[in-house]
């Protein structure tokens, strides 16, 4: 059983910046795995945002965030980060974080099926 701890979310401006962290809180005492994110808005699916695999620093990004947002791993912590910048009302969501075993990049892919989720943050961007 791996759990995630996620924080960070919060309500800013267009424009805005927001960081959100997702630590490892259990599991993984060994071996690479990937991490992701995902949001969901109001009466929309469920969309991957950015994913890294704990071996490498060549992440995923869906277009609609690549150049704002940005995602990295410390892995001595074994915490993700989400730098979001730039942000836009459409960005408003719940975000969560997730997690599943990988065994080279390829594994990490934003339409990857991920075993373990948080609970969840709300990210607010006004207009």
């Known amino acids: 059983q791996v759990l995630l701890a996620e924080s960070g979310g919060g309500s800013v401006q267009d424009g805005g910046s927001l960081r959100l962290s997702c630590e490892v809180v259990?599991?993984?005492?060994?071996?690479?795995?990937?991490m992701a994110w995902f949001r969901q808005a109001p009466g929309k699916e469920r969309e991957g945002v950015a994913s890294?695999?704990?071996?490498?620093?060549?992440?995923y990004y869906r277009d609609s965030v690549r150049g704002r947002f940005t995602i990295s791993h410390d892995k001595a912590k074994k915490t993700m980060y989400l730098q979001m910048q730039n942000l836009k009302p459409e960005d408003t969501a719940m975000y969560y974080c997730a997690t599943r075993r990988g065994y080279t990049r390829s594994w990490c892919q934003l339409t990857s099926d991920y075993n373990y989720w948080g609970q969840g943050t709300q990210v607010t961007v006004s207009s």
């Open positions: 259990s599991g993984y005492t060994s071996g690479e795995y990937c």
């Open positions: 890294i695999y704990s071996g490498s620093d060549s992440p």
